[in-house]
């Protein structure tokens, strides 16, 4: 496997369900990141993690928990969701979480559908 | 705030040239990227340019005006595999990525 991994690539649960999704880089990078994409607007950027650190939350609700066990691997755990948060949910790494050249290489994406 | 603006949509013939617009608002500056993401998959890099002018990469060029907030993407003898959504995505003054909502650009043969 090279690049940024993601499973499951699709992904349909009901609102009481919990799911985790997985996201797997091989690129030796230091940052981790989670982002929502919905069609037609810009990419929102959910959580980031540096060194397996938390360094960003920006207000996300509770019902989306993140967890990154070491710097290769994230994964987003997901609860009680509601059908409004069906979207593109897509996992990036870079060689660090600053900087102003901090090129993100992208995983494909989970096509998540909430009933 | 901070914003991008993007077109959301734009056509185009194959082999003829197109240029997509950015223009952004935002705290800062710290460089610019340009994305680009088929459908159902990653957005992957195109070009960043932090210094105002035109960089050159085969068929796609980026150009970037600091003054005036203003950045385009140009792509050349177009293919129809060139039809794809386009992002624009902003460096601020906190080292944060500010995303445009995209350019979808559908190439006709």
């Known amino acids: 496997e090279t690049g940024v991994t993601q499973t499951p690539r699709h992904l349909v649960m009901g609102m009481t369900n919990k799911k985790s999704l997985k996201c797997e880089q091989h690129?030796?990078?230091?940052?981790m990141y989670w982002y929502k994409q919905s069609a037609k607007k810009p990419l929102e950027l959910m959580f980031v993690?540096?060194?397996?650190?938390?360094?960003e939350n920006n207000s996300v609700p509770s019902r989306f928990s993140p967890e990154c066990p070491n710097s290769s691997h994230l994964f987003l755990h997901l609860h009680t969701l509601q059908p409004e948060d069906s979207a593109l949910y897509l996992c990036?790494?870079?060689?660090?979480?600053?900087?102003?050249?901090?090129?993100?290489?992208f995983g494909p994406g989970t096509r998540l559908t909430v009933l | 705030g901070q914003n991008i603006d993007q077109p959301t949509e734009m056509t185009a013939t194959e082999g003829a040239i197109v240029q997509i617009n950015c223009t952004y608002q935002?705290?800062?500056?710290?460089?610019l990227f340009w994305y680009q993401q088929h459908a159902g998959e990653a957005p992957t890099f195109l070009s960043y340019n932090v210094l105002d002018g035109l960089e050159e990469k085969g068929r796609f060029s980026s150009f970037l005006s600091r003054s005036k907030g203003y950045s385009y993407l140009l792509l050349k003898e177009l293919q129809m595999k060139d039809s794809a959504s386009y992002l624009c995505a902003v460096v601020d003054s906190n080292y944060q990525l500010i995303w445009g909502a995209g350019t979808k650009l559908i190439i006709k043969p």
């Open positions: 990036a790494s870079s060689q660090t979480s600053g900087g102003s050249y901090n090129e993100q290489f």
């Open positions: 993690y540096s060194l397996e650190e938390r360094v």
């Open positions: 935002t705290s800062g500056f710290n460089g």
């Open positions: 690129l030796g990078h230091n940052a």
